[in-house]
């Protein structure tokens, strides 16, 4: 790579030898993740892994692919880039774990405006720290730099996630019947969706940023911290669940909250009854809904309002569950039951 250079690329505002830099200072990251499956190295043109098909009579590929969104924008204001990494792997692995699929492997995608390989080592850093968490080798990505395209303090990050399942395991919801349990799985706070209206409820795009590093009694933490925490990974407290508890729904609660998400992994002529009492919803959303004045539905349906992943089981189930998925670290509870109705949705009570 040390012939490796040009002076008019450089000049068109394109250094390819930052992105060899960048790329070195990430090895020492993505050495974190590597699992008994990946194959190679960084630098090849495709990252490779070798699927154990030990206890897998029909392995089934689950895919899932996602970004961080405008929460990036809150990264650039406060000038930390080292978590959001974390948001972009759960988006994807929490998405294939409802299937029941173990997430195999992960790849990033880095758009950025220049190509500064410290700021792009530690968006990588976030990377493999989800990847570590999920329990998946970061097994290759790719850094463009596109100037006059996104500013030089800007960027863009995605991934894709591959995970497997047997298919005779395969999470199955024509199981589901009514009094069935509604098990919550916390959430770390908004997760990496609704950024938009969280930026225009509190002006972020303009004098408002400077709340970002104020400290707030209520939240017991600058809004900066809590609204950039990084997205929460479910996938080694589902697997332990799955491994011992019929599940027969798992819903991962993003973008369109629980009325959008929760129906996506219910049974037909099932309805999720939540009580609103039971729900533990953290004080970021009251103020949330306190400041922008958004109404319960559009809170409901906006927002995960501190669940971040629903599972059903069956009720005489439902207390094994929950220390389960306590002893995997999850503060998780009952938050309501299956009914029976003519569509499939959602009913808060």
Not at 23 to 32: D, G, I, N, W
Not at 66 to 93: E, N, P, Q, R, S
Not at 191 to 209: I, K, M, P, T, Y
Not at 238 to 256: F, M, N, Q
């Amino acid at each position: 790579m040390e012939k490796s250079f040009s002076e008019s690329y450089k000049a068109a505002g394109v250094d390819i030898t930052a992105g060899y830099q960048a790329v070195e200072l990430m090895k020492q990251h993505v050495a974190r993740t590597m699992t008994a499956g990946a194959l190679g190295g960084l630098g090849g043109f495709g990252g490779m892994f070798e699927l154990d098909m030990t206890g897998l009579t029909r392995p089934v590929l689950v895919s899932g692919t996602d970004g961080v969104g405008t929460k990036l924008k809150l990264a650039f204001l406060m000038d930390k880039h080292d978590t959001v990494g974390i948001d972009c792997v759960a988006m994807c692995v929490n998405d294939v774990i409802t299937c029941g699929a173990k997430p195999l492997i992960f790849l990033d995608y880095i758009a950025c405006g220049k190509n500064v390989p410290e700021k792009i080592a530690s968006i990588v850093a976030g990377v493999a720290e989800g990847c570590v968490q999920a329990g998946a080798a970061l097994v290759g990505g790719e850094t463009a730099e596109m100037p006059g395209f996104y500013t030089e303090a800007e960027y863009d990050l995605a991934g894709f996630t591959v995970g497997v399942v047997d298919k005779a395991k395969i999470i199955d919801n024509t199981r589901m019947q009514a009094g069935d349990a509604i098990i919550a799985l916390p959430s770390s706070g908004v997760h990496s969706n609704g950024f938009s209206l969280v930026r225009r409820v509190f002006g972020l795009d303009g004098e408002g940023a400077k709340r970002l590093s104020a400290y707030s009694d209520e939240l017991g933490k600058t809004l900066g911290e809590a609204l950039l925490a990084p997205t929460k990974i479910y996938v080694k407290p589902a697997l332990a669940l799955l491994e011992k508890v019929d599940v027969r729904a798992l819903s991962h609660i993003t973008g369109g909250g629980f009325y959008e998400n929760i129906p996506r992994a219910l049974a037909d002529g099932c309805v999720a009854k939540i009580e609103k009492a039971a729900v533990r919803t953290p004080a970021l959303f009251d103020l949330l809904a306190r400041e922008g004045n958004i109404p319960e539905r559009d809170m409901f349906n906006t927002f995960n309002m501190g669940v971040g992943m629903a599972a059903v089981v069956p009720a005489d189930q439902a207390d094994e569950a929950v220390r389960i998925l306590k002893d995997a670290g999850e503060d998780a509870y009952i938050m309501g039951e299956i009914v029976k109705g003519e569509e499939k949705g959602v009913e808060l009570w």
